[in-house]
């Protein structure tokens, strides 16, 4: 692969919002997500693991970021970022073509020992990419840099092989598309710290689908706790990148991430700007559902609720044939209120049991039977009505689907309700 070919890949790769569990939002925050790289992979799980099960695009590829070391006791691939081991009359030329002064000579000896009986300089384990960027800098060697899209490929290619090391260090970019409108002053040109605290936390339950193999099935997080200290402002018109660290994880029986408790930290220009640290269960929907049905409230008025917009008209009432055309006014567990237009409801029956459909997202479909209690004109228009139903027949299924309708797109009418 010729180096120009670097350039067929996409400027970001902006992360599906599935893995963000963002599925009402204009957009996921989140690009590039990747496990940190291993900088060095034994020749034997290379050549009879990896790269024999890839196709020739992906094998050309890697081999353009991993080449093969043969200097070392045990032969083996390394990263094409900084040198694992240098010669010590090669650090002498380096140190004096790159002109660095003492303290960045004394940066560097934090990250290489010189091993007296091979004459070179060996590169210790654990160099943060951070480090690894402050490296190449003063060594003037940027043309060894391994962007981001090209990491979180690779990272992608050896997420399949049980047989890489992995370690739970976890990187990504804070993605802002470029149509997207956030809640941050215009005048203060910077992005705002809300922005960067919901991009992490983006950050973290993607964490756990990709890489605490959590389920996007039948299972919810519950955030136990989130706190965040910002260090400086972020600039706007400066990447951003991501890390977090599994501080903890525990494991369901099923082998995912039940628990994981992350620290993440973003960086602008190799400067630390935000701290992060956030815990999460994540439960079973069965288990949560169980949870949330011993803590229900006893109201001494049945609470009522608005519904979110786009579910205001997907209600059908019907007699004999016959539709009222209505919008949901607003709902409770024991009934709700429509607009309506057309048939005056006053014509129905108080006695009769009108039949009735609604349907909500993820929830479904909710059926039964109501009884009109009363009907009022609207003051603005003569033929606008309002009208109060009660549930009377439906099924437990319903009447729970119900209640997680309104659970999830309810918002309490508060100034009726609570004095």
């Excluded at 890390?243 to 369901?252: C, G, I, M, P, Q």
């Excluded at 803590?295 to 997907?314: A, G, H, S, T, W």
């Excluded at 059908?316 to 409801?345: Q, W």
């Excluded at 009660?390 to 609570?418: C, H, M, P, T, V």
């Amino acid at each position: 692969m010729k180096v120009s070919e670097k350039e067929d890949l996409p400027a970001v790769l902006p992360l599906d919002k599935r893995y963000t569990r963002t599925y009402y939002q204009d957009d996921s925050f989140v690009s590039n997500i990747r496990r940190a790289l291993p900088r060095v992979v034994s020749s034997e799980v290379m050549e009879n693991v990896v790269l024999p099960k890839l196709n020739e695009e992906e094998r050309e590829f890697l081999l353009f970021y991993y080449f093969k070391n043969t200097d070392a006791e045990e032969s083996n691939y390394q990263l094409k970022t900084i040198p694992t081991r240098i010669r010590k009359e090669s650090a002498d030329r380096i140190l004096d073509e790159a002109n660095i002064n003492e303290p960045g000579r004394k940066f560097l000896s934090q990250f290489y020992d010189f091993d007296k009986t091979i004459e070179q300089y060996v590169l210790k384990d654990q160099v943060k990419e951070v480090d690894e960027i402050k490296i190449l800098q003063l060594i003037k060697r940027r043309d060894y840099y391994v962007g981001n899209v090209e990491k979180s490929k690779i990272s992608e290619i050896f997420e399949r092989f049980p047989e890489i090391p992995k370690r739970d260090t976890f990187f990504a970019n804070l993605y802002i598309p470029p149509t997207h409108k956030f809640f941050s002053p215009p005048n203060l040109k910077h992005i705002s710290g809300m922005q960067i605290v919901e991009a992490s936390r983006q950050f973290g339950i993607a964490c756990n689908h990709m890489f605490g193999k959590v389920p996007f099935e039948d299972v919810t997080f519950l955030l136990l706790y989130l706190n965040s200290e910002f260090l400086q402002y972020a600039k706007i018109n400066m990447p951003i990148k991501l890390r977090a660290k599994a501080l903890e994880v525990k494991f369901s029986k099923a082998g995912y991430w039940n628990y994981s408790k992350l620290a993440i930290t973003a960086y602008q220009e190799n400067q630390e700007i935000t701290k992060i640290e956030m815990a999460a269960s994540i439960l079973p929907l069965k288990v949560y559902k169980r949870l949330k049905s011993t803590q229900e409230e006893v109201y001494e008025i049945d609470p009522r609720f608005r519904i979110l917009d786009r579910f205001k008209n997907n209600i059908s009432i019907r007699e004999n044939g016959r539709n009222i055309v209505s919008t949901i006014e607003n709902i409770s567990f024991s009934g709700f209120m429509v607009r309506c237009s057309g048939i005056h409801p006053g014509d129905l029956s108080t006695q009769a049991k009108l039949e009735f459909f609604m349907h909500f997202d993820i929830v479904g479909f909710v059926h039964g039977t109501c009884i009109l209690l009363w009907v009022k004109e609207d003051d603005n228009n003569e033929d606008t009505f309002f009208a109060g139903f009660q549930f009377e027949e439906i099924s437990d299924l319903d009447r729970a689907n119900i209640k997680e309708a309104i659970n999830r797109y309810g918002r309490l009418i508060e100034d009726r309700e609570i004095q």
